[in-house]
């Protein structure tokens, strides 16, 4: 979990916006729910897809897949 961030290539609004709520890697992040990472300003789909992928965690786990 010490993936940095910039590692992940996102918007550098988003970086910033992560380093001022003091988030330097994803590790950082592991224990806040999905619904408080998505609440983060400037944080999308796509940046949240990224950051799910790397933690492990599957980024839209309510969602039924169609057929």
Not at 21 to 45: A, F, S, W
Not at 46 to 65: E, T, Y
Request: hydrophobic residues 45%; proline residues 7%.
């Amino acid at each position: 979990m010490d993936t940095k961030f910039a590692d992940l290539k996102l918007k550098p609004w988003l970086l910033a916006e992560l380093n001022q709520l003091g988030y330097e890697v994803v590790g950082d992040m592991q224990h806040l729910p999905t619904v408080e990472i998505l609440r983060i300003p400037g944080m999308g789909g796509l940046a949240w897809r990224k950051i799910a992928k790397v933690m492990g965690r599957d980024p839209f786990p309510d969602l039924k897949k169609r057929r």
